[in-house]
């Protein structure tokens, strides 16, 4: 019996418990809600899950790359609402142009996140904290807090149309950026160092790494893939919204973190983050269909999120818990 209860603390503390624990809830909160409510395992609405999931997909994803090097980004929601607005205001002059500018946003914003980093040697926390409040001043004064209409047809096709009957244009789109980021997470040298300045920062600087150009990147993927969510957004609902920043934050960050990378770098990646999406999607889903208003929801994914962390550094063997980059 004791040998049986030190395998499962064991296993509990380990990695591959908490890779394998986000799949698991899934399946469980699936079967849960629809015992509870016939109609959420039914086509269309789990489409509609899929729709929702794909613009906090890129968000999140966004977000793993610094947090894959035990850095954060706290702008990624007031980078989005910013981006989306820029580019809806400037929508009437120049069309579907715009939508490259507001990749080139998000792109922009996350190279000078970066880069305020690496030149003031300052924690990520602090420095994207600072430029979370800037992008929110922007946002708000061109729009005095309220959202900006977007008509074209042809701008709501990239998210609304299907190319492949049934399937909204934005769950493809979104598959096939994240696919592009998987690959390079996984099969590129700038993937590879990220992980292992995550892993072991000074050791990779012994190996004469440039960091800081890899930090940098880092944090311009986070804006990069911000700037393609904004586009699909503003597609999606026809107008940029103002005031949307802080739930993309709080539901990307809980993705990532639920979804089990490890908030002290080097352990993770997209997969999991793509799982942890699919998580807080099925949540908030069933949670809707239920009756339970956004208060608790919020309660519930704030206690989710403890629990994840908690997780996260029972299985961290050795205890790396310096998160000063």
Not at 8 to 33: A, H, K, M, N
Not at 59 to 86: C, K, N, W, Y
Not at 220 to 248: E, I, Q
Not at 267 to 290: C, K, S
Request: with cysteine; proline share 3%.
């Amino acid at each position: 019996m004791f040998i049986k209860k030190n395998r499962l603390q064991g296993f509990v503390r380990s990695e591959r418990f908490v890779e394998t624990l986000p799949y698991f809830l899934v399946v469980i909160l699936f079967l849960l809600f629809t015992g509870l409510y016939p109609s959420f395992a039914n086509i269309r609405n789990i489409t509609g899950i899929l729709t929702v999931s794909t613009v906090f997909l890129l968000v999140a994803a966004g977000e793993t790359f610094p947090i894959l090097m035990g850095s954060i980004d706290l702008s990624i929601g007031t980078m989005l609402s910013s981006s989306s607005i820029v580019a809806a205001y400037l929508f009437p002059y120049g069309g579907p142009w715009m939508i490259l500018v507001a990749v080139a946003m998000g792109l922009i914003s996350g190279i000078v996140n970066g880069s305020l980093i690496v030149a003031l040697r300052l924690p990520s926390f602090i420095v994207t904290l600072a430029m979370m409040f800037a992008y929110r001043g922007i946002a708000t004064s061109i729009t005095s807090g309220y959202n900006i209409n977007i008509r074209s047809r042809s701008f709501s096709w990239i998210s609304t149309g299907e190319i492949i009957p049934g399937i909204p244009n934005i769950i493809i789109w979104g598959v096939i950026v994240f696919i592009i980021f998987l690959i390079i997470s996984k099969r590129t040298k700038i993937g590879r160092y990220i992980y292992a300045i995550g892993g072991n920062e000074d050791a990779v600087k012994r190996m004469g790494i440039n960091v800081d150009k890899y930090r940098i990147i880092a944090f311009a993927f986070s804006g990069l893939l911000n700037g393609v969510a904004c586009v699909l957004l503003s597609s999606y609902l026809g107008m940029a919204p103002a005031r949307l920043g802080d739930k993309y934050l709080f539901n990307g960050l809980t993705a990532v973190i639920v979804g089990g990378t490890s908030i002290f770098g080097g352990i993770g990646g997209l997969m999991r983050t793509l799982i942890g999406v699919l998580l807080i999607g099925v949540f908030d889903n069933g949670m809707n269909l239920i009756g339970v208003d956004s208060r608790g929801q919020d309660i519930a994914k704030g206690v989710l999120l403890i629990i994840a962390v908690s997780v996260t550094i029972l299985s961290q063997k050795r205890g790396k818990i310096i998160l000063t980059k």
